[in-house]
């Protein structure tokens, strides 16, 4: 799956009111509070027998995450890990311009390779980069609080 067909199907997929969302996801908490397996969904369509669906305990946790996120009036994308991206997708991934995200490639800070005259960018190295700069980010933080608790500026 690529990112123009993971787009394709948010697209396709109709997203429930914040308000189904929000009664779903408390349901599923109330659930997950109980529960330390796996579980069996019932899906039950009209004029059909009901038929029990072996659910995993993350997927589960991840629908309950997802319905939490569309409580909040936030969109929610899914993107397999393997997944390439082109540079708009990628720059709108990391939230920062197309030419910055040009830099960091130039630089090698962040791997890709070359498609004809195109970048492609693996999802899972977006992840790895957010993750190193959000570390940066909380380490310099912690610095600066130290420095300002050393001279007093509490």
Known sequence: MTAADS?????????????????????LQ?????????????V?????????VPIPLWAVRMLEQILSQLAKG???????MHAELNSYEAARELKVSR????ELLQKGEIPSRMDGPHHRIAFKDLIVYKEKTRESRAKALAELSALGQ???LE
């Open 74 to 80: 936030q969109g929610v994308t899914l993107m397999p």
């Open 30 to 42: 109330e659930i997950l509070r109980r529960v330390n397996g796996d579980l069996d969904v019932f």
């Open 7 to 27: 787009l394709e199907l948010a697209h396709a997929i109709e997203t429930p009111s914040a308000d189904e969302a929000r009664e779903s996801s408390a349901r």
């Open 150 to 152: 050393e001279l007093g």
């Open 99 to 102: 030419p910055f995200l040009l």
């Open 44 to 52: 039950h369509c009209r004029n059909e027998p009901q038929q029990a």
